[in-house]
């Protein structure tokens, strides 16, 4: 071999070796960080371990919103129809939350079954409903209520 | 009848575009002067048609027409005056309008300020710009026509969304667009380029100032997001690593890749494929960019409206013009061996290194972003990516690009010694370690990241001025020009970044609480104080506004009013309230209220140190980047001969 093909393959072999070594940091730092989203329902039929994370999202069950005392403390209902989470979350809510709206809280259940949520997300404006809630929602049958916020 | 006049302009101006991507590059192929021209009278004839219905639209907001429901769905008639403007673009259709705008805008400066280029190469970079102009015309015409009517007339509008009334907005996406659309100028002289064959240095000569000048927008506009995301969203972080902003992000790595790229092929030669290349990603990367924030795929403050045919029809675009220049690249791409050789030391591999990281990095966010989207479309689950992924590759990529950054300007082009470099970089070195030491014992929770974070910003900053010291010092013949300077300049912005980015995070401190009036908080030494809560009324919404007096040591700082508006729309919204310095900002959001008579609050209170360095740095990126490009290299008269070497001394002599 030339000395400048020499080179040149180590050139190559040092990139691909850089590229392997940062495909495999990628590949395992991602599922590391995949958080799944989950409708009551879905939880219903597979349930998910206390501890582990993940997304639930539905809709706010009117008259469910609960605060303990004047604290931070809120507790209210994730619903998509034919079933229902408590959900717990210790902070300020944004701006958008409100009962009978789509919101995606990330947490984990509690081993009592509750929801401790950890972030919740409302939707950015009136007319908008996450996909992933609407969705949701579409699967249990449950579309009266988001029938307004198409368009 | 204005409105109507409006859409006859953009059918108009699609007409024109259309003629420019076909008759100039009829013209080009044999050699017809006449055909070529029409490029330039093209492009100025689509500029004022598309301005004159951009101004149409803003009349129909200010003078609140709300017959048309564009105007309808995103105005109020108690809307200010001055977010009138910006909500012309305030949703899909006009923003899509203004991305048309801007590209008539850079096709418009094309025809105007490349008067040197060979004529049958500026044909062909008009015709490309022409057709792109022609794909996005169809698209607002058929899908996105910001000139439909509403009848009946609307009484009233349903305002603009509160969370877009802010002076930033009125700025962000035009800064951000210029940027976008501005590598289709790099897009379109690359393709161009291929279509001709005239592969060559000068060639890249005439492309960099544009490439420079796009990417200074594009940072700017996304410095302007991440500032605006920062005190308008009310929750104290600067990115977030939002599908949206990553869709900006990603145009912007390819295009920083692009310009180091394009210094070596100008001044070596070298790397021409590997330019065209990165020039295609970075255009195909902002139309990725505008199919994922505007096919309402994503879910964000960004995605309007999801209407499947639009995202099919930008999908349908995308496909089009990546293909379509891939397979032109295939075909035509100059053969591989070309330019000056260089050692396994030298500029050239050091900037090799720059892009292949910057190039991961860009694949990082790409995967990162798209993968839900994949599994979702395979109806393999929902999921999300958790900032943490990305946050981290970021970290470990951003190691080895701080740590070469220095001696990839002080290496010489072609071959250089490690001795001799590792010697230069002695005293950077030297101000890294001071850097590191000093963060480690006055910031103790800066933790590991915050230090090397330090450490590496030393490290560029004190190389950046060192090198320029030396070059200042050098013979008055060879002392830098305004590329030179921009680079400095942009490199030093880095160092800023790195500083504000690593620290902010580990050192600030914030405290979500139950405030009533008279209560006080202490936070990183500010002890804040609520004075309680008063109504106030601004144009269209009213607001309960908190006032909170700041105290350190005995001695007051600020006061904050920070308030919670209800909009004339119904829709409720934090304004937070933020006192900013450079090396710390206060920042209060009114959460809810926690009792009936509303004199209990949730508060948020936040201590964010060196945050400002974040977008101090950018700003300084962008200076450097248009500094660079009003180099006098740039505006040299084209000679028809390619040259033998570079005859600017500038960034081809490191040094002794």
């Known amino acids: 071999m030339t000395p400048t093909r020499k080179r040149r393959l180590i050139a190559v072999v040092l990139i691909l070796a850089g590229v392997g070594v940062a495909s495999t940091i990628a590949f395992y730092s991602l599922q590391e960080n995949l958080l799944y989203f989950q409708s009551p329902s879905e939880l219903a039929q597979q349930p998910i371990p206390a501890g582990r994370q993940f997304r639930l999202g539905g809709l706010v069950k009117p008259g469910s919103v609960e605060r303990q005392g004047e604290s931070l403390t809120t507790q209210f209902v994730v619903t998509d129809g034919p079933e229902e989470v408590t959900v717990e979350y210790v902070g300020t809510l944004p701006d958008l939350f409100r009962e009978g709206q789509g919101v995606i809280a990330r947490g984990a259940l509690d081993d009592s079954g509750l929801f401790a949520a950890s972030e919740v997300l409302a939707k950015h404006d009136e007319n908008y409903m996450p996909p992933e809630v609407a969705d949701a929602l579409k699967e249990s049958g449950h579309v009266s209520m988001q029938s307004k916020d198409e368009g | 009848m204005l409105p109507e006049l409006g859409q006859i302009a953009l059918i108009g101006a699609l007409l024109i575009s259309l003629t420019m991507g076909t008759l100039p590059l009829i013209g080009a192929s044999n050699g017809n002067q006449k055909l070529m021209r029409v490029g330039q009278t093209g492009a100025i004839a689509q500029f004022f048609l598309i301005a004159f219905s951009f101004v149409i639209l803003t009349w129909a907001f200010v003078v609140q027409d709300f017959s048309v429901e564009y105007v309808a769905r995103n105005s109020n008639s108690l809307l200010p005056m001055q977010y009138r403007f910006s909500a012309v673009w305030g949703s899909h259709e006009g923003s899509l309008l203004l991305w048309e705008l801007i590209l008539c805008l850079w096709t418009f400066a094309v025809a105007i300020f490349s008067k040197k280029l060979p004529d049958d190469f500026r044909a062909r970079t008009l015709a490309v710009l022409g057709w792109i102009s022609a794909g996005f015309l169809l698209f607002v015409i058929f899908t996105s026509n910001p000139f439909g009517r509403l009848i009946p007339q609307a009484v009233d509008g349903l305002d603009l969304n509160p969370l877009l009334q802010d002076p930033g907005l009125i700025i962000h996406p035009p800064m951000l667009y210029m940027g976008y659309v501005g590598f289709s100028v790099s897009f379109a002289f690359a393709v161009a380029a291929l279509l001709g064959q005239q592969v060559t240095r000068e060639w890249v000569r005439w492309s960099r100032p544009w490439t420079h000048v796009a990417w200074a927008f594009l940072t700017l506009g996304i410095a302007l997001g991440s500032w605006w995301a920062y005190y308008e969203l009310g929750w104290g972080g600067w990115w977030f690593w939002d599908p949206v902003e990553n869709a900006s992000f990603m145009p912007w790595i390819i295009g920083t890749a692009l310009i180091h790229s394009q210094a070596v092929t100008e001044k070596r030669g070298t790397f021409r494929n590997w330019t065209l290349i990165l020039a295609i990603t970075a255009f195909s990367l902002c139309l990725l960019g505008t199919f994922l924030v505007r096919s309402g795929v994503l879910t964000s403050v960004h995605a309007f409206a999801s209407d499947p045919t639009r995202g099919v029809f930008i999908l349908t675009y995308l496909v089009v013009v990546v293909g379509g220049s891939l397979l032109l690249f295939a075909i035509r791409a100059p053969g591989m061996v070309q330019g000056s050789n260089f050692a396994g030391l030298s500029r050239e591999t050091l900037i090799l290194l720059n892009n292949l990281l910057l190039v991961v990095m860009a694949a990082m966010v790409l995967t990162g972003t798209l993968y839900p989207l994949l599994l979702d479309a395979l109806d393999a689950g929902k999921i999300s990516v958790g900032p943490p992924y990305f946050g981290t590759l970021f970290a470990l990529l951003l190691i080895p690009l701080a740590v070469l950054l220095p001696f990839g300007f002080y290496a010489r082009w072609q071959e250089d010694s490690l001795k001799r470099l590792l010697g230069e970089l002695r005293v950077p070195a030297f101000a890294a370690l001071v850097g590191g030491v000093a963060t480690y014992f006055l910031l103790p929770t800066a933790g590991g990241w915050g230090v090397a974070g330090v450490a590496g910003a030393f490290w560029i900053m004190a190389s950046c001025l060192r090198y320029y010291r030396e070059r200042m010092t050098a013979n008055p013949g060879q002392r830098p020009?305004?590329?030179?300077?921009?680079?400095?300049?942009?490199?030093?912005?880095?160092?800023?970044?790195?500083?504000?980015?690593?620290?902010?995070?580990?050192?600030?401190?914030?405290?979500?609480?139950?405030?009533?009036?008279?209560?006080?908080?202490?936070?990183?030494?500010?002890?804040?104080?609520?004075?309680g809560t008063r109504g106030v009324r601004g144009p269209n919404y009213v607001a309960d506004e908190g006032e909170f007096i700041v105290y350190k040591s005995g001695k007051r700082v600020t006061s904050l009013y920070p308030q919670k508006r209800r909009y004339s729309n119904g829709q409720v919204m934090t304004e937070a309230a933020l006192d900013p310095g450079l090396t710390r900002d206060l920042y209060v959001g009114l959460g809810e209220a926690l009792n009936e008579q509303g004199t209990a609050w949730a508060v948020r209170l936040y201590h964010k140190p060196f945050i400002r360095f974040i977008w101090i740095g950018a700003l300084l990126m962008m200076a450097g980047g248009f500094l660079a490009a009003t180099d006098r290299r740039y505006r040299r008269p084209v000679s028809q001969k390619a040259e033998t070497r570079p005859t600017d001394a500038n960034l081809a002599e490191a040094p002794a």
């Open chain 2, 481 to 531: 020009g305004r590329g030179e300077t921009g680079m400095i300049i942009a490199h030093f912005g880095v160092g800023l970044f790195l500083v504000g980015a690593s620290l902010t995070n580990p050192v600030s401190s914030e405290k979500h609480l139950r405030m009533v009036a008279g209560d006080s908080f202490e936070l990183a030494g500010y002890n804040f104080v609520f004075e």
